[in-house]
């Protein structure tokens, strides 16, 4: 089973978009559009503080009438922030998310920010692992 170390040197896009908790709501929905990303880590002072997500914002803002203009990140986001390191694995990772209910999930090591995982980068990769444990059994059947 691969680490977080891992799975992030393997993604495309090394840089993680972040956003502070005192800029307005509508200015993280134009970095998430931008970024084409559906959650931004909350900085403040380098440190990870909390998850801003499109999730929240429906939830949190307009299931409730609230502006976006006028509604700082910090009253939305998904805080206290739950992290990982780069040694735990992919496997650690969706059990986290899944009892928690998390998309995403902030590596940090050091206090400092180094990626950001979606469920997404994980079924992708548990997908591929057993694909490829499935190639090598059929490998070991065929006696090759």
């Not at 801003?52 to 939830?59: K, P, T, W």
């Not at 969706?94 to 902030?106: A, D, F, N, S, Y």
Request: aromatic share 2%; proline share 3%; net charge negative.
């Amino acid at each position: 089973m691969k680490t977080v170390a891992q799975l992030l040197r393997a993604k495309q896009s090394k840089h993680v978009h972040t956003i502070a908790p005192d800029e307005m709501v509508l200015d993280s929905l134009r970095v998430m559009a931008d970024a084409n990303v559906g959650a931004l880590p909350v900085v403040k002072d380098g440190t990870v503080v909390g998850v801003v997500s499109e999730r929240d914002y429906a939830r949190k803002l307009v299931l409730l009438g609230r502006s976006s203009i006028g509604t700082p990140v910090s009253a939305i986001m998904s805080s206290p922030v739950v992290t990982v390191d780069t040694h735990q694995t992919i496997d650690t990772c969706m059990t986290i998310m899944t009892e928690r209910h998390l998309r995403h999930l902030p590596v940090v090591e050091d206090g400092e920010l180094l990626g950001l995982l979606s469920i997404g980068d994980l079924v992708k990769e548990a997908i591929a692992e057993q694909a490829d444990l499935i190639r090598q059994l059929e490998q070991y059947i065929r006696g090759e």
